[in-house]
């Protein structure tokens, strides 16, 4: 082989190894994109590490916060949490219908350890998007607070929240 060949085998080989070892760098790049979009998208799901915080929490310090729905208001219809303290949320109908306590994005922020009737027992959930309470019956949200915000809280049945059925939930 003469010389400049030589240099020249040598020159086309010295970039592949540079390829060889871009292409797999730009690879993990891309996952870890893909990868931490991913995480956010599942982050924003709910609480991932609930069932922790409700184990570590000391319910002992549990505080009591009672919601009211009526025809056709929640009462208080601002209500705020703070983060990292375990809550007992009664919801409460004393109103002549079914309603809705629709508030994604506060059920999304909270640790939820179960949901729990009086009289029929109870529901252990990641997480809810919505509870509907009968006429004359309340049901009690056991979490923690977690994620600071402000999240709107609606009854779903049609019509209603035009009516004033809405309000508020701050966590802070
Ligand atoms: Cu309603």
Not at 134 to 163: N, Q, W
């Amino acid at each position: 082989m003469s010389n400049r060949k030589a240099r020249r085998v040598f020159y086309f080989q010295k970039r592949e190894d540079a390829m060889k070892r871009i292409i797999p760098a730009i690879i993990l790049t891309l996952m870890a994109l893909a990868l931490s979009g991913c995480g956010h998208h599942h982050h924003a799901m709910y609480v991932r590490d609930s069932a922790d915080r409700v184990k570590a929490a000391d319910w002992s310090k549990m505080e009591t916060v009672t919601v009211t729905m009526t025809d056709y208001a929640f009462n208080p219809a601002s209500v705020v949490f703070r983060q990292g303290v375990p809550y007992k949320l009664v919801i409460e109908n004393k109103g002549s219908e079914k309603y809705y306590f629709t508030a994604e994005n506060f059920f999304r922020a909270i640790a939820t350890r179960k949901l729990q009737s009086n009289t029929d027992g109870e529901v252990k959930a990641p997480y809810f998007s919505a509870i509907e309470v009968y006429p004359g019956r309340s049901l009690d949200l056991y979490f923690i607070a977690v994620k600071s915000g402000t999240y709107p809280l609606i009854c779903t049945v049609e019509g209603h929240e035009a009516m004033g059925m809405k309000g508020e939930i701050r966590i802070e």
